[in-house]
Every structure is written in structure tokens, then in C-alpha cells.
């Protein structure tokens, strides 16, 4: 690694590598002795180029690897159908537009705080969460407009959680930190890193228990928690770790490592980078994908998945990925080498998936634009939304601190304070 | 629906007190369903029979030391007379069930009790399945209801407290029980950020009906870091109720009360409590969460304490009360909020306060209460507020320290001396 005067630069080619333009795309892993993801095979690169793809039945491929073979397949060769792709593209596009919009707002003045967007990984979002059934559970970090978005929760919604109004999903009183959904069931939103893992596992306990210990028939939720690669130097991801594996708690580990946790690069964080191999360390799968490109971090989530759901147990899946703009609204991202950037730049997932939909003819333009127009016209209409939406009144303000208001206590007068229906205004003392 | 029901505190070996009522029979008034222990008599109606049913107090009158049990059977409610009321209270009383049990069996049996009565109830902390919990508490109840309704976790307090909350958001009920209540301190990030916040994060949308239990306080030369108090380092966090209970009748009660609340609540015990022994009733009762206790009604100085302190303070009373004075004695068991209508009552009566607390001085429960009594009674003070807390000193291992650390029953009964001059 060379260090020159001013920054610090990490050359492409740096070993030890853990980025994927030096190794075989889908390396192997190491998963416990009784439990394996199933793959037919073994990708490795050299095998990649010289077989054609169509003797293994669903192979796991770079989406470059298939467009520079130029070999038509034939339809139930490919990874995806047609509607899948659309429905891939769509959330993919929804994800980037409306951090763009975000940061739009911001810049005029609408939100404020800390805001984190997610420009560039839509792939680990995408892939990922649409492979969930609606009551699978969702546990993300800061950086979580997108998580919400996949998962379900409607842009309006988060917008307006954004601007702080009534209207938002948490009523304003998250933020672009703490997005939660009962309904779509994403359990937040945690602004410290690592916070969130626990509670991921607890929701997978709370899976397990429904089936063993209530016995209710069809309890398989499956719980995602996504973090970064700075969580994993974090105490609360290693008993985490040990937890799930042990109690085979249905959880999928998700690291989504962008290589920076704000000017911290994960190289110099990290006794060992490769975050994958921690996984079998407390027995189970450790996996490396490449998270720039979505019909990888699909198949890989799909066996995750579907793993968790059978009780085989949780998995640790690092995507490796980048965040085109800076840790925060506020980060004037001077650290990073421009050549990094570049580097990641050509390798868009949404261009990517867009060439693939071309060249297997799945997709014509004039439909991807047509998608394109779509979101545009929902993200305005979020934008009129929230803006139109009240702001949050003063009996707001202690409504939700508890969920039983008689926690509040019996005031002097004998009465319970929640029975004074000024009180949710908050007072000069409680 | 719940019934709820108000039984005698008998007799304990610590101190001659009992549970005291006030003269007259109430009916409950402003609570929906719980009846307050200052009310005196109470009425309660059962949803099955519709039978009314009361449960009389034992009076302490002031010179009455100990009583055996079978004293307290012929006891009549003197203050007050009944006439053949109370007569019909006191048979009543005779033939009301009770047993008894060691506080650790009293928060043993509300929790079975709970667990049976819900099967989202669940239990994890470390060595509570197996071992049968460090102090015994959850004995026998993972051969009763299995490993995983009563969880041995690992030695990852920070974690397994935040699986707990995660567990809790997504519709189970557990109780973390911290081996020692200091442990705690490991899990802050996740008791303050994620079970204070997260129903007020999320708008409402998810509940977390935690209960974090385990023993604190100074124990007998447990050394520095096994003698925490962690009630003041928590008292702060928006969104969480504490409560401390002192007999095995509160204890059970409390245990209830908190598994049954949809808020989260720490329930502080205190080591060297666990083996009180006492009679409570065998019908079943909860306690409300927002309340305090009326140890011993009085007319010259009001007396609060909580927990371990109750005991002292109550011992200190004996002699207080041989030197002709009467204290008022109230176990305010809801560290947070505080129940500032009894306090308030009993201020306006005497006039006089001494907090009494096994917290440290600075920023402990004590301090808060003062500054509460003070913005909300200050007209009715005749005196200046004294709070009796442990020295600001990591509990020193050796006997003699340790016990200068703490309010010792003689300093209270000097600074009742001083405050009623």
C-alpha cells in the first residue's frame, strides 16, 4: 500500500485482495462440515470461460461474463424471466431516484440531520429483499431509505418521514435513521452500528419460538439484518454470531462491505478483511458475492434464504460493494481516491442489469424508460405529498413514549397524568 | 377482567411492620383495576362469583412490637371501629388462604404463574435454565417449560438483553434476567437506546413489553463491582418504568404487574432480600406498577425509602417509636414514576420528609425525588428536605467500610432526631 504525502491510496491490485477484479468471481467457501450451500458447482474463472453456460443448469455468473461470451441463450437458460427483471429494474430505480431526490431536499432545505443514501448498493437491497415474503423481517442501519423502499414501505411514506411530518411512517419522530414498519415488518433503523443486529436475532428467535414452542404451523419468517463492514469489528456482530449458529436461529448476516466506514478505511480497521471467513469460524456458511451486480446476490440470496427458512440456520453473506456518494449528506467525501470511484462507477448495478436485459432480450428501452417515467412521477408525487403534509402538533410530543401512558405516573392530584389530555404537550417539569 | 387483591404483609423477620391501612373501607377509586395499598380495606369484585370480597390490614398501633401469627389472627381494626363489619372483615381474613414462602419463591411463583397463563412469556439470562437461575429464582422452570422458553444464554449481556428487545417487537414477552444487576451495565446500549426508544422511534408502531430483572445493591463483601446501584444510571432514560420491590407479597406482585405491562420495566432486587420470608395470599394478585406503599402510617415525619433500605428504616422506627415519636413510612416502589400522590398526602400531613436510600448521593433516586417533593410541596415543608444515600465510594470489600457506606438504622433515627427539633 502506498502512502503519499496527502491521502491514502489503495492501488486496486493491493493484496491481501478482497475485491473481486482479482480473484475468481465467486470464490469458494468454507461452510461448516454438516452444512452446505448448495450450488451445482463451483464457479472458477478459468472453468467460467472455457465450458458454456448451458451445461450446468442454473449457474451463478458475472452479468459482464455473459454479455462479453455474446452467446444467445435461450430463455429458461437465464437467471431471471422477463417480469422478475422489470420488478428487479424497478426497485433497483426506485432505490437510486429517490436518493437523488434526497439529496435534492436536503440541499433546498427540507430535511436535515444526518442522511445516509445508499447510491450504488441497490444491488444487496434489491437482490435480497425481494426474495422475502412480507412477514419476513428487515433489521438495516442508518442507511436504510432503501431497505424501507424494497421492503415495501411507500415512498410517500419515507418522504415524508424525511421532512419530519405527521404523515411519515414513524410520525415524524424517526427520521432518516429509524425507519420502521409494523406493517411491511422492517424493525427499524438503528442510528449505532451494531445496535441493530440483536435485535435481528431476537426477531429470529421470536420465528423460532413461534414454531417450536407455540407450535404454530407456517412460522418460517426468515430475518435480515444488513450492516457494514465497520460493524464487523463490533462486539455485538460476533454474539451475534455465536447466538444464531448455535440456536440455528433463521437469520441471514448481510454485510454490505462498501470499503469505508465514513474516512475509515475497512483495510486499516480490520486485522483480517475478509469478513466472510468469520462465518464458519462459529459454524456457518461464510460467503463473498459481488454486490454490484443483482442476479449474483440473488442467487446467493436465495439459497440464504431458503437455508434459514428450512432451520438449517443463518449465514453470513459479505457483498462486496460501494456507496457512489459520500458516508453522509454532510461528508464531503475528499478521502476517497478518484480512481476508486471511477473504478466502481463502470460497475453500476443498474447499467449493469440494463445491458443484461438487453442482450437477452428481455427488455426493450422504451420499457425501461417507461419504468423510469413511473418512478419519476411516484417520487414527485412523494415529494407534493410530504410537502403538503401537516407538521407534527404539540400533543404529539409525548404521545408514543410509552406504550401504556400509565407509566407516566399519578401526578399530585391523585390522578394518573395521561388522564389530562394536555399532558401529551409535554410540560416545563413531568 | 383481572382481579386484583390486596393481602396482609405479615410479619418478617426484619422488622415488626406490616402492611397498615387507613381508617376507612374504600372502594377503589381512581384506578381502573388496581387498588392502592394506602387505601386501606378494599373491595374486590371477582369477574367468576361476583362475590365481594375485602381484605383487612394489620395496624400497627405504636408501641405494638412483634406479633406471633396467631396474634395477628385475633387483631381487630382499632382506629376506627367497624362494628360488625368488621367483625364479617376479620373472619374473612381467618379464613382467607395464605402460605408462605422466601421472596425468591414469591418472584419464582409470579413468574410461573405468568408463564403458565401466557405462552409468549419466555425467560432468558445467563444460567437461568439449567442452573435454575443464580439466586434460584427461575428453578425448575426449564424442566417445566424447556430450553428454549427458559433460555441459557451466553455471556453477552449486550446482545441477549437487545434479543430480548428484538424478541419483544416481534410478539413475545421475555424477561432478561442480569445475573447481578451491574452486569446490566453492559447491556446500556441496548436498555437505553433500543428498549427506551424504539415505541417512540417507530411512531408507535412496535411495543416492547420487556421485563430486565435481576439483584442489585450492596450485598455482604461482594467487593466494588458486585454492589452496584444501577437505578440512578437508568432513571433517566425516557420510555422505561422502574420498580423495586422489598417483601415477597411486593415481589410476587410486582413480577406480575410488570410481565403484564406493555412497557418495558426493570425490576431492581436486591441480593441480601431474597430470603425474607413472609405469608402472602394463595389467590392470585398484581400490583400496580405507578404506586407506593404504606409501611407505617405516622404523624411527624414522613420516612421514604425503597428496597433494602425499607428494613433499616423500619428498624430504626422501633426506636423511634420507643422515643415517642411517629414516623410515617412509605416504600415508594415506583423508582420511576414517582408516586407523587402519596408522597404529596403524606407531605401535607407531617410537614417534615427524610429520604432514605441505598443509591450514592450524587444523581441517585434520592436527589430526584428531593427536587420533585420540593417543586411540588414546597409549601407544605417545614423543614428542609434530608436525604440519607450511601457514600459517594466504591463499596470497599472489607466488613467495616462496607458498612459505613451505607445508612445504618442509627443514622436515621439522628436525623429524624434533628429534623422534628
Redesign the interface.
Known sequence: MSLSATKFVHPITTPPSTRSSDKPLFSTFFGSNHTKLRFNKPIVAAQRRSSSAASTSSPVVAVSDVVKEKKLKSASNLLITKEEGLVLYEDMILGRFFEDMCAQMYYRGKMFGFVHLYNGQEAVSTGFIKFLKKEDYVVSTYRDHVHALSKGVPAREVMSELFGKATGCCRGQGGSMHMFSKQFNLLGGFAFIGEGIPVATGAAFSSKYRREVLKEPGADEVTLAFFGDGTCNNGQFYECLNMAALWKLPIVFVVENNLWAIGMSHLRATSDPQIWKKGPAFGMPGIHVDGMDVLKVREVAKEAIERARRGEGPTLVECETYRFRGHSLADPDELRDPAEKAHYAGRDPITALKKYLFDNKLASEQELKAIDKKIEELLDDAVEFADESPLPPRSQLLENVFADPKGFGIGPDGKYRCEDPKFTQGTAHV | MATLFQGVGAVTPFSASSSLDSNKLLLP???SLSISDSRGSIFVYRSDALNLKAATRLQLSPGHQKRSPSEDLLLHQSRGSFGAFGLYLHCLRIAYPWHELLLFEALREGLEEEMERD??V?VMGEDVGHYGGSYKVTKGLAEKY?D??VLD??I?E???????????????RPIVEGMNMGFLLLAF??IS??CGM????????????IVIRGPGGVGRQLGAEHSQRLESYFQSI??I?MVACSTPYNAKGLMKAAIR???PVILFEHVLLYNLKERIPDEEYVLS???AEMVRPGEHITILTYSRMRYHVMQAAKTLVNKGYDPEVIDIR?L???????I?CSVKKTHRVLIVEECMRTGGIGASLTAAIT???HDYLDAPIVCLSSQDVPTPYAGTLEEWTVVQPAQIVSAVEQLCQ
Do not use: V, W
Open positions: 377509586s381512581r384506578k405462552p409468549r419466555c424447556g428454549l422458553r444464554t451466553p453477552a449486550n446482545s441477549f438483553t437487545g434479543m430480548g428487545i428484538g424478541a419483544a417487537m416481534t410478539g413475545l446500549n441496548q437506546n433500543n424504539l415505541h417512540y422511534t417507530s411512531g408507535g408502531q412496535f411495543t416492547i413489553p425516557p420510555g418504568q405491562s406493555e412497557n406498577l405507578e404506586e415506583s420511576k414514576p414517582f408516586d407523587l400522590y402519596t404529596g417543586e411540588n410541596f
